[in-house]
């Protein structure tokens, strides 16, 4: 790839698949274009599995292109069936017109909205979608697709298989989605979509409409779906979603989040969601696992909080885990060897002399009474391992008020 922005799209780990890669290699080296991620706005905010799309619309921004943000006001009011098992709740106009407004303030803060060439345009579909003559649509839109093609996507065919329910409303959501494509090149220039692989129907159906319809090439490019190293989806934590809202997630959980990131995704979480030249993250790669972890933490949460809550945040974690500010918690010593299969957190925790027995440690979990790294334990099977320590230390909880620090040694 020889673009400046394909190239670092790429050495992010961004790439997952384009539809037509070596022309629009040539395209991004004539000229600057416009491209688009659309959001559909169900909840209150975006959360964390939303963060890869708001990168690269970043990085569309480094390299001179302009984004194009599509909330979804529209669309949201049909649902996308591409990863769901079942309907999505329908929300009200007026919960959709609120998400709308909310989630429009992530991006004011990830986004540069100075740059008059690079300025975020944002864009509501329902402005098209809640106008279409249904008659018009099929006759000049419907006639370009196909039930069978339409059979083939992942997004429906999966549902089908599994013998759960697809509504007809639902089964229109890939057709909307391509006049969205269709709407943002005659109106706005746009010539690419971009989004993640469960997207990749969709933005074929897009990029096929517009050619259809009026001839023109336009790109579509999706990034991977990002999982875990521990199989857990991105976004997800016992405690529920990431929020990129500090109303709904403090900035400390925030940055708690990804300095307790599993040591194999580390590398790669900080070429997606750090600025961090990926020349200067490789030259560092081997360094102290606990050393990028911290940096990983600092380097996300300036980015959405600020470098002052980033700073406050990671004295926080260092005064929590050297036991508050004076006050030293008791340290419980255990053998490197005892966990490197892993222990169980009913015998970890008899251990700390926090409890009288076994059974009371089960209460706790029942009760939600028992954390570890200020994270509730749910699960009375939870094995505990090497990497759950930082910097070989590792806080156990008993409720509010009875603390230990366990620390690895030998």
């Not at 990029?207 to 990034?223: A, I, N, P």
């Not at 934590?237 to 040591?263: C, M, P």
């Not at 222990?343 to 700390?352: A, C, E, P």
Request: net charge positive; proline share 1%.
């Amino acid at each position: 790839m020889k673009n400046s922005f394909l190239k670092e799209f790429n050495e992010r780990e961004y790439f997952n698949q384009c539809t037509n890669l070596d022309s629009l290699n040539e395209l991004m080296d004539k000229k600057k274009i416009r491209a688009y991620i659309g959001f559909d706005c169900t909840a209150q905010s975006l959360h964390v599995g939303s963060l890869l799309q708001i990168m690269c619309l970043r990085l569309l921004q480094k390299h001179g292109h302009q984004p194009i943000i599509l909330l979804g006001g529209g669309t949201t009011r049909i649902g996308d069936p591409s990863g769901k098992e079942e309907t999505r709740k329908i929300l009200t106009e007026k919960e959709i017109e609120k998400n709308i407004k909310n989630i429009k303030k992530v991006f004011s803060i990830f986004l540069d909205n100075k740059n008059s060439k690079t300025r975020p345009i944002y864009v509501n579909n329902y402005k098209w979608l809640g106008k279409l003559n249904y008659i018009k649509f099929l006759r000049e839109i419907g006639k370009h697709f196909t039930i069978n093609k339409m059979l083939s996507f992942d997004s429906v065919k999966l549902r089908l298989e599994r013998e759960q329910s697809l509504s007809y409303m639902e089964f229109n959501y890939m057709i909307l989605q391509a006049y969205d494509f269709l709407e943002l090149n005659k109106t706005k220039n746009c010539l690419m979509q971009i989004g993640g692989s469960d997207q990749w129907g969709n933005i074929v159906n897009g990029v096929e409409l517009v050619k259809r319809y009026s001839s023109k090439q336009v790109y579509g490019l999706t990034t991977p779906l990002i999982t875990l190293a521990s199989g857990a989806k991105m976004g997800k934590t016992e405690k529920g979603a990431v929020w990129l809202d500090k109303k709904l997630l403090s900035s400390y959980d925030y940055w708690q989040f990804w300095r307790n990131t599993d040591d194999r995704d580390v590398v790669k979480f900080l070429k997606m969601f750090t600025d961090k030249d990926v020349s200067k993250i490789e030259s560092i790669k081997d360094k102290n696992i606990n050393d990028l972890k911290t940096l990983l933490a600092n380097e996300a949460t300036t980015l959405l909080h600020g470098k002052a809550a980033a700073i406050k945040a990671s004295e926080t974690a260092k005064k929590t885990f050297a036991g508050g500010s004076g006050d030293e918690l008791p340290v419980i010593k255990i053998k490197k060897d005892q966990i490197n299969n892993g222990i169980n957190i009913i015998d970890l925790s008899i251990k700390t002399n926090l409890f009288s027995s076994k059974s009371e440690i089960r209460r706790t979990i029942k009760n939600s009474g028992l954390k570890i790294n200020n994270s509730t334990v749910t699960d009375e099977n939870l094995s505990i391992n090497v990497s759950d320590f930082e910097d070989d230390v590792l806080k156990l909880s008993h409720g509010k008020k009875n603390h230990v620090l366990i620390k690895i040694i030998g």
